[in-house]
């Protein structure tokens, strides 16, 4: 297998070429349940239920879209309480933004049960908890890391085609596509994003569950993969609430052998921070209770292929469930 890497700025001519498909804003009031769940746990406004006058947090999140969108949506909430919050988010990768958090450079950011239970606690993908929210939140205790509540919501790993190929050749499985790159080395091409090529829970676990290897593999910043499948390559790694799925006419193959472990997003937050400010539980719960997997693509959506502002959208999310005023 080899690996090509192609940066930003080297994509930047192809990324132009390449036309977004753009839908009509969606109603996230319907989406997201406000008017039956949303506002804040008393009922009222944010504002109106909490006070954090003269607390200061830093708020950070990873690169991509939807972590960034949390990490906003937690800064305006706290904000909302009174709080003086600073923006870290867009941090690049686990390793960075986790270790932001452990040496306390920042004091909260949103993080995935799987990624919690491989790649942060030291865990295999093999014999998975029943419950796996409350085995990392009771490992992770240890670390002084606490797990609020997680959303609805499960973002996880997933290999994207297009749709006319998977058609041409009859995919439909992560099985299907070992069975066709084994057969047809010369098409078993995967666009995929550094972290992922690296990971336990990413390309070498899969290729090993599934018993065969990708025979080119191209580096891409995260962003350029959903325009570049059909493009540089004939498969992709994605996320399976990334709107951009639907926007480029991808087909997520189904993983027929459970490889990828749960990955319900969570706000992770430093214990001594909550124990100092525990209403930060209290204003997050509902918040993460309208997060399901429909609200939670169709921000991406906003961002991604109507090209909102991540700080415009989180807040109008807050705003239409009745969090903020």
Do not use: H
Request: net charge negative; proline share 3%; hydrophobic share 40%.
């Amino acid at each position: 297998m080899t690996t090509r890497t192609w940066s930003t700025a080297a994509m930047l001519g192809l990324t132009a070429l390449v036309a977004t498909a753009c839908g009509g804003d969606p109603d996230l009031s319907d989406a997201g349940g406000a008017g039956g769940g949303g506002g804040s746990a008393g009922g009222g406004s944010i504002g109106e239920e909490f006070d954090l006058s003269g607390a200061s947090f830093t708020v950070g999140s990873k690169e991509f879209t939807e972590s960034q969108l949390l990490g906003q949506i937690t800064i305006a909430a706290l904000q909302a309480a009174g709080a003086d919050v600073a923006d870290q988010t867009g941090l690049t990768g686990t390793d960075t933004v986790r270790a932001a958090l452990e040496s306390g450079d920042i004091d909260m950011y949103w993080e995935y049960t799987g990624t919690g239970w491989v790649n942060i606690l030291g865990n295999t993908t093999e014999d998975l908890p029943e419950d796996l929210y409350s085995a990392v939140a009771e490992a992770d205790a240890a670390n002084g890391v606490a797990w609020l509540e997680p959303a609805p919501f499960e973002d996880t790993y997933r290999i994207a085609t297009t749709a006319q190929f998977a058609e041409e050749n009859g995919l439909e499985t992560t099985s299907d596509v070992a069975e066709f790159v084994q057969a047809n080395p010369d098409q078993g091409t995967l666009c995929a994003a550094s972290e992922f090529l690296n990971r336990d829970d990413g390309l070498p676990g899969l290729q090993q569950a599934y018993g065969f290897e990708f025979s080119e593999v191209v580096e891409l910043d995260l962003g350029l993969i959903y325009t570049q499948v059909g493009e540089s390559c004939n498969f992709g790694e994605v996320f399976s609430t990334d709107a951009r799925i639907l926007s480029n006419d991808l087909v997520v193959l189904e993983d027929d052998q459970n490889f990828f472990v749960p990955y319900n997003g969570a706000l992770t937050v430093r214990q001594e921070v909550l124990d100092e400010n525990p209403e930060i539980a209290e204003i997050m719960a509902p918040i993460s209770e309208q997060l399901t997997d429909d609200v939670i693509t169709e921000l991406n959506s906003q961002v991604d292929n109507e090209g909102q502002e991540i700080s415009e959208v989180a807040q109008e999310f807050l705003r239409e469930n009745g969090f903020i005023d």
